[in-house]
């Protein structure tokens, strides 16, 4: 089955995937800068996703899953407030007092198994820096207690990764209307698992208490993939990354 993507700007219920400049920040390149320009610009940005790749081995490496959500959260923090690439507006980041975190909840830590045993789905997704981007549906992610499930998508361009993102019933209240991801591991958003290397088959760790916003939530210049239908929750998950009153820029 392959899907299409749709535009974002339709509503915070449109599905699929949107058109994205970076799930990160990572502005386009003016053509009329010049290369030194440009390649300070790529030094920030692989400074950034270094921070990111860091902060989240720290998340891994924490045996306390409520110490590796203050670190996240205190991690991400920091880089929202001083790095250079930050999503959020430059006009914003004097008054920045931090990302509003829901209170970690020890009920929303799963570590599932990833069902690889479904229909192959395929996603082209638009991009304003990178053409076409695919993704196939690598398996499923099923939340216990009837809680749903998630798609796990594989990024088929140079350098693949895991992204899940999810849409549940919070969005467009305490959390961004086009949804939150949980991982993305080709910007380092990744918190674990195991793999058995024999089968191929393996468990993720799937802790909704650390879903965050996608660049486009801070800043209505940002474009962003959106959740498609495979990845949306019929109930409030009140965890992880929250908005703050009134939102970033309403």
């Given at each position: 089955?392959r899907i299409?993507?749709?535009?974002p ?5 449109s599905?699929g995937m949107a058109a994205?400049?970076?799930a990160?920040?990572a502005?386009v390149?003016?053509?009329?800068r010049?290369t030194d320009?440009?390649?300070r610009m790529s030094l920030t940005?692989l ?5 990111v790749a ?9 045996p306390?899953?409520?110490t590796a959500?203050?670190l996240?959260?205190?991690g991400?923090?920091?880089l929202f407030?001083?790095?250079p ?6 006009t914003?980041?004097?008054e920045?007092?931090g ?7 020890a ?5 599932l198994?990833l069902?690889p ?9 638009p991009?304003a820096t990178?053409?076409?981007v695919?993704?196939?549906r690598?398996?499923?992610l ?8 998630l ?9 693949g990764?895991?992204f899940?993102p ?9 959390s961004?209307g086009?949804?939150?991801y ?14 058995d ?15 965050y ?6 800043d209505?210049a940002?474009?962003?993939?959106l959740?498609p239908?495979g990845n949306l929750?019929d109930?409030?998950?009140?965890a992880?990354e929250?908005?703050p009153p009134?939102g970033?820029?309403g």
């Amino acid at each position: 089955m392959r899907i299409r993507a749709v535009d974002p700007h339709v509503g915070s219920t449109s599905l699929g995937m949107a058109a994205s400049c970076e799930a990160d920040p990572a502005r386009v390149v003016d053509k009329n800068r010049t290369t030194d320009q440009a390649a300070r610009m790529s030094l920030t940005l692989l400074g950034w996703r270094r921070r990111v790749a860091d902060l989240y081995r720290l998340v891994q490496a924490e045996p306390e899953p409520v110490t590796a959500h203050v670190l996240w959260s205190a991690g991400r923090d920091a880089l929202f407030a001083h790095h250079p690439d930050s999503p959020l507006p430059v006009t914003r980041r004097p008054e920045f007092d931090g990302l509003p975190v829901a209170p970690y909840d020890a009920s929303l830590r799963f570590e599932l198994p990833l069902d690889p045993d479904v229909p192959p789905m395929h996603l082209d997704v638009p991009t304003a820096t990178d053409g076409v981007v695919p993704f196939d549906r690598l398996g499923v992610l099923r939340l216990p207690d009837g809680r749903g499930a998630l798609s796990a998508w594989w990024l088929g361009s140079y350098g693949g990764g895991l992204f899940v993102p999810v849409r549940d019933a919070s969005a467009g209240s305490t959390s961004y209307g086009g949804g939150r991801y949980l991982l993305d591991t080709v910007k380092g958003a990744d918190l674990g698992g195991d793999v058995d290397l024999a089968t191929g088959r393996g468990v993720l760790v799937v802790d909704l208490n650390f879903l965050y916003h996608p660049s486009c939530a801070y800043d209505a210049a940002w474009a962003c993939p959106l959740p498609p239908p495979g990845n949306l929750l019929d109930w409030a998950v009140e965890a992880g990354e929250q908005l703050p009153p009134g939102g970033w820029y309403g």
